[in-house]
C-alpha cells in the first residue's frame, strides 16, 4: 500500500510514501528543489575521511544529501539513527562546525544557505558526556554564554533563574549548587538550558540523555518536547534507541554502515502523549519494529561483511 504526500504548490509532484504506523516511509530522500520553504541545514553530497593517506585512512560518511526545511513559528525535530560508527556524530558536528569532523573533505555544508565556516551563535550544541564547568554553580554554568556575550549580570542571573525554573530544577534550591552535586539527569536540565537562554535556532543534541536511567530518560524526553514547542527552533538529535527517535522525532533519517550515508526519509506524526503512555500504543510500536528490523539487517550485514 502506498500514500502520498500533499504537495505543497501545484508545480510540484507530491512524493510518494509508504505508512507505517506513526510514519510514512519516503520512496526517496528529499533534494532542495522538492522543498517550498528555504532550507536550514543542507548537505550536498559530502564525504568525510579522516587521516588521508595514512594507514588509518578512514571515511566515516560518505556521499550524504538531505536537507531540512526552516518551518516558520515551529522549526522540525530531526532524529538520526543507524548502526553503531555510521557517522552520525560526525555529521552532528559538521553542522556544528567543529573540528576535525569540520570541513568536509569533499561536499557542501549549507547552514540558512550559505556554507558552511565554523561554529556560530545560530548552533547550540548538546552532548552526552555532561559538560558543566565544576567550578561555576549551576546558575552561572547556565548563564555562562550570556555572560560571554557581555550582558549585564543582574540581567543574566534574571534570566538564568527562569531558565533553571523551566528546565524543572529548583531554584531556591538548586541555583548555587555545584555540578558533583547534581544527578545526571539534573546535570543534563542545566546543559540544556545554558543552550537553550541563547535562543539559537539550531539545537544539535548528542546522545544527551544515553547515560540516564530509563524513567528519568522518559521524563527528560518529555521535557525537551515541552521546551522545544516554546523554543521553536530546529532540533537534529543523534539517539541509538529508535523509541526515542520515534516519540520525538517529527523527521527521521536512518544512516547505512559505516561510511555511513542515508538510506530513508521517514515522517513521523507528533505524539500526542507522554513518553511512557506514547509507548504502549500500537501504532508507534509499529512504527518502532519497522525501524528496529532495518537497523537490525544493517547490524547483520556489518557481521557477515556484506
Excluded at 5 to 26: K, Q
Excluded at 278 to 287: G, L, S, V
Aim: glycine share 8%; charged share 25%; aromatic share 8%.
Amino acid at each position: 500500500m502506498s500514500a502520498s504526500v500533499a504537495p505543497s504548490d501545484s508545480s510540484r509532484d507530491p512524493i510518494a510514501t509508504n505508512p507505517v504506523g506513526m510514519g510514512e516511509v519516503l520512496d526517496h530522500v528529499r533534494s532542495r528543489d522538492e522543498l517550498i520553504r528555504p532550507s536550514v541545514v543542507e548537505f550536498k553530497n559530502v564525504t568525510k575521511t579522516f587521516n588521508i593517506g595514512k594507514p588509518n585512512e578512514f571515511t566515516a560518511v560518505r556521499d550524504v544529501n538531505f536537507v531540512i526545511e526552516d518551518i516558520p513559528d515551529k522549526g522540525e525535530f530531526i532524529c538520526t539513527l543507524g548502526p553503531s560508527g555510521c557517522g552520525k556524530s560526525t555529521i552532528l558536528r559538521m553542522i556544528a562546525g567543529l573540528g576535525p569532523q569540520h570541513p568536509p573533505t569533499s561536499g557542501e555544508v549549507l547552514v540558512f544557505g550559505q556554507p558552511l565556516s565554523g561554529p556560530g551563535p545560530d548552533r547550540g550544541m548538546v552532548f552526552q558526556d555532561y559538560t558543566s564547568f565544576d567550578h561555576r554553580t549551576v546558575l552561572d554554568n547556565v548563564t555562562f554564554g550570556l555572560e560571554c556575550q557581555g550582558m549585564p549580570r543582574r540581567q543574566r542571573y534574571e534570566l538564568g533563574r527562569q531558565w533553571i525554573e523551566r528546565v524543572g530544577l529548583n531554584v531556591n534550591k538548586d541555583q548555587y549548587k555545584y555540578p558533583h552535586e547534581l544527578s545526571g539527569g539534573m546535570r543534563q536540565r542545566v546543559a540544556i538550558a545554558r543552550t537553550l537562554i541563547l535562543k539559537p535556532r539550531i539545537i544539535l543534541m548528542d546522545e544527551p540523555f544515553g547515560a540516564l536511567d530509563p524513567m528519568t530518560r522518559m521524563n527528560m524526553q518529555d521535557l525537551l518536547l515541552d521546551l522545544w514547542h516554546d523554543v521553536q527552533a530546529t532540533v537534529f538529535f543523534i539517539t541509538h534507541s529508535i523509541e526515542e527517535a520515534v516519540f520525538l522525532g517529527d523527521r527521521i533519517y536512518v544512516l547505512s554502515n559505516s561510511p555511513g550515508t542515508i538510506l530513508k526519509e521517514m515522517q513521523i506524526q507528533q505524539s500526542y502523549l507522554p513518553s511512557k503512555e506514547m509507548q504502549k500504543e500500537a501504532r508507534f510500536q509499529e512504527t518502532v519494529y519497522y525501524i528496529r528490523d532495518v537497523v537490525s539487517q544493517l547490524e547483520e550485514s556489518r557481521r557477515a561483511g556484506t
